[in-house]
């Protein structure tokens, strides 16, 4: 079984920090990587998606790749108390099928 | 601005109904998907298609069948709703090429088998 693997939180940090996630996947096949964010009741929405092993960045949020380790993460600079979501982790192995993880429930305290 | 609709927002069903969810795209798409989402589940894929009449099961297709017609419309249908299909239905469509593109959901469908 393909799996993403995330903690599913709560993971609090205050306002003006660094939010960290993390993200395992079991399929070395596994070529790009995604970040969806899901307000309450709401659907997922892409914040960053990634390829390449190493660092993207797009405004305060960074993605991190290691296919070595098999590890995606994604950090949030100076979070807000709008950040406060779940983060959903996604991998795709080049097929039509993108496996997604369980989310990591983020609170960002005002 | 891209779109995907789902046609209800919330739906109240009888054990052993059949149940259609409907699904619009105005994306030219070639792929569409359903999902249903469960509390420390994350998504499970039911079915996708990547093409017109095209399907392929997902991880849970029991229980399930789809239909697409038409590029822009992907069906979700359960045969004979039971209690343990009670869950939020997503719908989200991508382009084929380049592959690995993201996807875009519709605002959902909470269903509940009573």
């Known amino acids: 079984q393909k799996e993403v693997e995330q903690n599913s939180g709560p993971l609090s940090v205050p306002e003006g920090a660094i939010a960290s996630l993390n993200c395992t996947y079991s399929?070395?096949?596994?070529?790009?990587f995604f970040w969806y964010r899901q307000y309450s009741g709401k659907s997922p929405e892409l914040i960053m998606f990634?390829?390449?092993?190493g660092d993207k960045e797009d405004g305060r949020f960074t993605a991190q790749l290691n296919k070595a380790s098999q590890y995606v993460s994604l950090l949030i600079r100076d979070s807000q108390p709008s950040d406060s979501a779940t983060y959903l982790c996604?991998?795709?192995?080049?097929?039509?099928?993108?496996?997604f993880g369980a989310g990591t429930r983020l609170f960002v305290k005002a | 601005d891209v779109k995907v609709t789902q046609s209800s927002r919330y739906l109240v069903k009888r054990t052993g109904e059949k149940v259609f969810l409907e699904c619009v795209q105005d994306m030219d798409h070639e792929n569409m998907f359903w999902y249903r989402q469960d509390p420390g589940l994350g998504l499970r894929l039911i079915y996708f298609?990547?093409?017109?009449?095209?399907?392929e099961k997902g991880d849970i297709p029991e229980g399930y069948s789809v239909s697409r017609e038409k590029k822009e419309r992907f069906s979700l249908i359960l045969e004979s709703a039971s209690t343990n299909q009670t869950s939020m239905y997503l719908c989200a469509s991508s382009r084929r090429f380049p592959m690995n593109t993201e996807a875009f959901f519709g605002q959902g469908t909470r269903l509940t088998v009573v």
């Open positions: 399929d070395r096949g596994s070529q790009s």
């Open positions: 990634i390829y390449s092993n």
């Open positions: 996604a991998a795709n192995t080049g097929g039509f099928k993108t496996i």
């Open positions: 298609s990547y093409d017109v009449k095209m399907k």
